[in-house]
């Protein structure tokens, strides 16, 4: 029987726990006499004397270190309670409730780019300096790593897939997924047109009937259904369950799937992976008589485990058989099941392809076509662009989307303002010291295992890195003089897809997928444009957010409710109407 969050962590701890007794013990019993209130006491306040010795010594050691290199300590955001809990309580609120990186844009301003907060006792880093994120990617990439923190976080879900590993591990994991994202396996759009062309006739038929379709939705499906036929040589099929409706509405063609019950506890497990992150170390504590998110991994192992199963079973037969796999079913898991027979190992590198596959592209489209229904100016140019280098009628190539440089720059624009992985956190493996936020100063020290925060979603709207309208959605800046202006020579305020080491392997596989469904519905439909009616009320924006354009902040003017788990999503949807092409232009 497993452990549970919390008595592992009370495990791990238990010499902390018990040591500080024991000395007390050995000391009434064979060197000091003590009374029996005296001894009480004593064995009652020997744990947090002895944490609080520790502390001590060990922020004496820091201090000493940190002068043998020069440094500085980086600035410091403290709460007004002790242990700076009122800071734990209000970036909990902000992450359930708020517009994303609420609080934190507000410390960068007053504090810069680098800073750090101590809450009950847990020092955290938090950077938007491109300085600092491409050491941390880049030029210093062995000083950092994941880390315990975070893996811990993530373990019970991700388990030791490539996305919550370091070392040989990771590269184990690197080396069998880097073949199937090469130009050969992702210039074939075959596969974007069968599962494209089935997402868009059903938007259309949505649309017939005069009802709104909730496009995240639909995304989620159609990357859901590329991912596991390109990935794991079986398809889902989830479009086929055809599409939710309105909440006000009682037709009820929306038949269960399977693939349903598997996204439902998909985005909850990553919702509960994402809060351990925000509570902190600590979060093992509220875990102590069961793991949040066994139910949701039940559900989840449901869903991969017969696909498991099969491949298994299949691969043992053709092994007995002396049978070759056939090169069409090349896949990512066949490649993976030559490596190991190890089943918890298959499900966790299953699981975190299928976020990587599913939801960052689904989550890139779902905000594109946000955008480009606030900006119908450039809904026209882009689609311009697609009649005239692809037509209205047949499916574009790979050569064809090299081409289109404005479908390029809606894309980027969109990555830039909503990337779809707005945070990410990695942990110095030694220490090291960075540049000041004020030049002329001291270094900034920071010790071994210290946990980093950094924010592209922040880095991408500051307008130091990307001038005056970095708020704006404005996709000619990746073609205009803009970008030799900012992002060609500090190409590090750009990082959708991470870089270095990391760099996400399926970058050109995304790209090429958007692309693809961008194109493909812009041929069918000439506007989209919010359906504010069907959005759930407890999902709309809230009101408040008006009041942020006194402090020029963009949620002032959002029409949508962007957050985040492990990757962006709209709260509630984001339900849409999309206005048919005429036949005239065929």
């Known amino acids: 029987m497993a452990l549970t969050p919390g008595l592992q962590m009370l495990l791990r701890n238990l010499p902390k726990l018990t040591i500080p007794p024991l000395l007390v013990y050995v000391l009434s019993h064979f060197l000091v006499d003590l009374s029996p209130v005296e001894t009480i006491f004593a064995y009652i306040l020997s744990i947090p004397c002895s944490q609080l010795i520790l502390s001590k010594w060990h922020s004496w050691a820091l201090r000493r270190e940190m002068t043998r290199l020069g440094a500085q300590e ?46 009950v006792g847990f020092d955290q880093v938090w950077t938007i300096d491109p300085r600092h994120v491409k050491s941390i990617l880049a030029t210093d990439f062995d000083g950092y790593a994941k880390g315990e923190r975070l893996t811990n976080a993530m373990s019970t879900v991700l388990g030791n897939g490539i996305f919550n590993t370091d070392g040989d591990i990771w590269k184990f994991h690197r080396g069998i997924t880097r073949p199937y994202f090469h130009r050969d396996r992702i210039s074939d759009f075959a596969l974007f047109a069968k599962h494209g062309d089935n997402a868009i006739s059903q938007i259309k038929a949505r649309m017939h009937e005069g009802l709104p379709v909730d496009f995240q939705d639909v995304m989620s499906r159609f990357t859901l259904d590329t991912a596991t036929a390109f990935l794991l040589g079986f398809c889902v099929d989830s479009l086929s369950a055809g599409l939710p409706y309105p909440t006000s509405e009682t037709n009820g063609s929306h038949v269960r799937h399977h693939s349903d019950a598997f996204a439902r506890a998909f985005a909850s497990a990553q919702h509960k992976m994402s809060a351990r992150s925000w509570t902190g170390p600590s979060w093992q504590l509220f875990e102590m008589f069961g793991d949040a998110t066994k139910s949701d991994n039940e559900i989840v192992d449901e869903f991969i485990g017969p696909i498991l199963k099969d491949a298994l079973a299949k691969k043992q037969k053709n092994e007995k058989s002396n049978i070759k796999l056939n090169p069409e079913e090349d896949t990512m898991l066949n490649s993976l099941l030559s490596q190991t027979d190890d089943y918890k190992l298959l499900r966790d590198e299953t699981v975190n392809i299928l976020i990587a596959g599913r939801d960052t592209t689904a989550s890139l489209l779902t905000s594109a076509i946000y955008c480009l229904s606030q900006h119908p100016e450039v809904a026209e140019k882009l689609r311009k662009e697609i009649i005239n280098k692809v037509g209205l009628a047949r499916s574009p190539t790979y050569e064809d989307i090299k081409d289109m440089k404005y479908t390029r720059s809606v894309l980027n624009e969109t990555l830039r303002l909503f990337p779809p992985v707005p945070f990410n956190v990695r942990e110095t493996t030694r220490p090291t010291t960075w540049p000041p936020n004020n030049p002329g100063e001291k270094p900034y020290y920071l010790p071994s295992n210290s946990p980093i925060c950094y924010s592209v979603w922040l880095m991408h709207r500051n307008k130091d890195f990307w001038g005056p309208d970095a708020l704006e959605f404005d996709p000619d800046r990746f073609i205009d003089e803009r970008l030799h202006k900012y992002v060609v020579p500090n190409p590090f305020i750009f990082l959708p897809f991470n870089a270095g080491p990391r760099l996400c392997l399926g970058q050109q596989f995304a790209y090429n997928e958007a692309s693809f469904m961008l194109i493909r519905l812009f041929q069918t439909f000439d506007s989209v444009s919010l359906a504010r009616e069907a959005q759930p009320a407890w999902s709309r924006p809230p009101a408040a957010w008006k009041e942020a ?38």
């Open 549 to 586: 354009a006194h402090d020029g902040k963009r949620k002032a003017k959002e029409e949508f409710w962007p957050k985040t788990h492990l990757t962006l999503y709209a709260h509630g949807g984001l339900w849409v109407t999309m206005k048919e092409a005429g036949s005239s232009e065929a």
């Open 74 to 119: 980086m600035p410091k955001w403290e709460g007004k309670w002790p242990g700076s809990i009122d800071l734990l309580i209000e970036l909990y609120g902000h992450w359930m409730n708020g517009y994303p990186c609420d609080g934190i844009d507000d410390a960068t301003d007053a504090l810069g780019l680098t800073f750090k907060t101590k809450i």
